[in-house]
Antibody, heavy 119, light 107 residues
């Protein structure tokens, strides 16, 4: 059973970098059948895809965030990370990590972690 | 980017009612569309994939269909447990995009 768990600071100051980690159990980053990535949801609002990576190292980002986002993977720890630079209050959201199965969709999600941007 | 226009934004219905939610894509996405249910305070849960395929463990009262670039999620008989917000998502091409969501309320 695949499980994902987000971790990281719940508070970030404006202009600083938001950094989150997703720990994965029961899944492999070497599978050709899956993408792994991040989705966020501002309080009371809808879902926004941030970015994902594939087993071969290819990364894909939302055009609106591309200049500030990096998704990276640590295969030795079975973790992947999100880095979002120069944050503002508009980046306050619940951040989810999730697995996308090819042809299926986002079939496994973490429970989400709330990140608040505040001075 | 492919835009996903979802309607209505909110709907209120009674237990036992048939409920329909629509999502329209701004261009062809073949059948690469998923529907998710998000209950209050929870992470989203995959209901339907590839437009009309029921995810394992999802009740059979949920179904999906498509007609060109218009996609529909139907709940055949609304249950109290279906109180949630529903989202469509296209995964035909990057960037993946979601609809705005439909909040389903029980009368």
């Amino acid at each position: 059973q695949v499980q994902l768990q987000e971790s990281g600071p719940g508070l970030v100051k404006p202009s600083e970098t938001l950094s989150l980690t997703c720990s994965v159990s029961g899944g492999s980053f070497s599978s050709t059948s899956h993408y792994w990535g991040w989705i966020r949801q501002p309080p009371g609002k809808g879902l926004e895809w941030i970015g994902s990576f594939y087993y071969n190292g290819n990364t894909y980002y939302s055009p609106s965030l591309k200049s500030r986002v990096t998704v990276s993977v640590d295969r030795s720890r079975n973790q992947f990370s999100l880095s979002l630079t120069s944050v503002t209050a508009a980046d306050t959201a619940i951040y989810y990590c999730a697995r996308h199965s090819y042809g299926v969709g986002l079939d496994h999600w973490g429970q989400g972690t709330l990140v608040t941007v505040t001075s | 980017d492919i835009q996903m226009t979802q309607s209505p934004s909110t709907l209120s219905a009674s237990v036992g009612d048939r409920v329909t939610i629509t999502c329209r894509a701004s261009q062809t996405i073949s059948s690469w569309l998923a529907w998710y249910q998000q209950k209050p305070g929870k992470d989203p849960n995959l209901l339907i994939y590839k437009a009309s395929n029921l995810e394992s463990g999802v009740p059979s009262r949920f179904s999906g269909s498509e007609s060109g670039t218009e996609f529909t999620l139907t709940i055949s008989s609304l249950q109290p447990d279906d109180l949630a917000t529903y989202y469509c998502q296209q995964y035909s091409s990057f960037p993946w995009t979601f609809g705005q969501g439909t909040k389903v309320e029980i009368e």
